[in-house]
């Protein structure tokens, strides 16, 4: 089992910045494949960001890439995403994800196997 705590939502004018955090508990954080998932009101969840189990190798949707930035603290058991030039179209509830056998190319198709309980990240216009 694997929880996973995210924080560092809030309000941001557009323009802005934020830096969501991810802290993962349970099994060897290391061993999982962690991303960032987002869901804005009336729409389905979507793929934001990925990161590989050594952090050197991410993966981006198109509309954040050059403006977010995954990364991941093995010893920390802590993924973050650093948003910047934040657009209100940004705003949504964000998801941290970890799954055992994706890679971080494919965490956006499969099935997760953790959720975190999501961060609300409003952007005001």
């Known amino acids: 089992q694997v929880q996973l705590v995210e924080s560092g939502g809030g309000l941001v004018q557009a323009g802005g910045s934020l830096r969501l955090s991810c802290a993962a508990s349970?099994?060897?954080?290391?061993?999982?494949?962690v991303g960032w998932f987002r869901q804005a009101p009336g729409e389905e969840r979507g793929f934001v960001a990925a990161v590989s189990r050594g952090g050197t190798n991410s993966d981006y949707a198109d509309s954040v890439k050059g403006r977010f930035t995954i990364s991941r603290d093995n010893a920390r058991n802590t993924v973050y995403l650093q948003m910047n030039s934040l657009k209100s179209e940004d705003t949504a509830v964000y998801y941290c994800a970890a799954d055992l056998r994706a890679s971080f190319v494919s965490l956006r198709t499969v099935e997760i196997d953790y959720w975190g309980q999501g961060t609300q990240v409003t952007v005001s216009s």
């Open positions: 349970g099994r060897a954080f290391s061993g999982f494949a």
